[in-house]
């Protein structure tokens, strides 16, 4: 995989959005700077008895909008950039997605797959002690992301709890539902993106029901976007991918014996009757919808061009490099960029943060109800934007979100 700083990919969508928008020096140059970035060095006692010390990173990218959110990684190529660009991404996320948020993100250098629950545990602790001051149910609201999961969210607010002397379950979203949790949470990122997927196929006058579809990456949001691909459409998934290689078969594959698969033997490569794929190669299968669930960067200006996709939902964050992008829309290839496509995380984040300071919780149906509305009304919005300015669906979506984060810096007098 070529290696481009996504730090620096957020400096260049930024130049571009600016120049769209004709954006002012100052305000380009607020928007390139974090506000805010915490690095700490977490002592852990391992099972061994000895202790390593981890590398944990907390960036807040801008509050003009309100409280900063975004998840936490555990990823062992975590750097201060990869968390820079993420907290930006979270910036438009919200801003996009018109929660009264800001963008923030969390990483720790670490490899959980060699990690016992002990000591994940212990390092979840650790790093709520050490960011401790800097975030907050009124400040940051972290989250789950890659390698994090509802239960490291409990072990981090029962940390933070009992650090503030009383119960605090706002400071986290996507806890479990006995801790505060959101019903619909777990599977939002994905159920989120589907509702974009369905609008763009209206758009573009696919039948899903007929439909092809490959994901790359099968964690939390490429297992529920398999699934509700199937279940809500009726589509065929014909490819899938993780870490370790992946599988494609033309008459499609039962995405919980996917799943099952994966649990059983670590990787879907492993699921029977199927053939083998590689990572690169599912991502230019000629299906009707490519979903990227990984990471950032996969989608480079080398493979672009064998692109077969009629859209491309992006799931992960930043899959795709901004020459990639260039040649995406020259192929007239639908992108759902990332911070509109995966935006239902953050996006039932923030009803669980409602939800959690209201101590009042909704039923499913309506987390559902509200999360299409928020989702559909946003991919709308990029749709007009990106026809109106003739820019594509990326550029379309920085022009919406970037201009509501300008207006609150103006109201409040930054810039
Ligand atoms: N980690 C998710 C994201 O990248 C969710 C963030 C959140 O819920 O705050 O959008």
Sequence with gaps: MEHVN??????QQIDECARILGLSPDVIAMLK???????????????????????GFRVQHNDARGITKGGIRFHPDETIDTVRALAAWMTWKTALLDLPLGGAKGGVVCNPKEMSPGELERLSRAYVRSVFPFIG????????????SPQVMAWMMDEYSVIAGKPQFGVFTGKPLPLGGSPGRADATARGGIYTIREAARVLGIDLSKATIAVQGYGNAGFFAARLCSELFGAKIVAMCDSSGGVCCL????????????????SVCNLADMESISNEDILELDVDVLIPAAVENVITHHNAPRI????????ANGPTTPEADEILY?????????????????????????????????????????????????YHSVLNTSREYKINMRQAAYVRAVERVVEAMRLRGWV
Aim: charged share 25%.
């Design 330 to 378: 020259q192929k007239g290839i639908h992108v759902i960029p990332d911070f509109l496509c995966n935006a239902g995380g953050v996006t039932v984040s923030y009803f669980e943060m409602v939800q959690n300071f209201y101590l009042y919780f909704w039923d499913e149906a309506e987390i559902r109800e509200r999360l299409d509305k928020k989702m559909t009304a946003a």
């Design 33 to 55: 700077s974090p506000m805010r970035e915490l690095q700490v060095s977490l002592p852990v006692r391992m099972d061994d008895g000895y202790t390593q010390v981890f590398q």
């Design 308 to 315: 077969k996709a009629r859209i491309v939902a992006e799931l």
């Design 137 to 148: 149910p009124e400040k940051d609201v972290p989250a789950p992301d890659v390698y994090t």
């Design 251 to 266: 008459a499609g594959a039962d995405p919980y014996e996917a799943h099952a698969c994966k649990i059983e033997t670590g």
């Design 6 to 11: 996504p730090f620096d990919v957020v400096k």
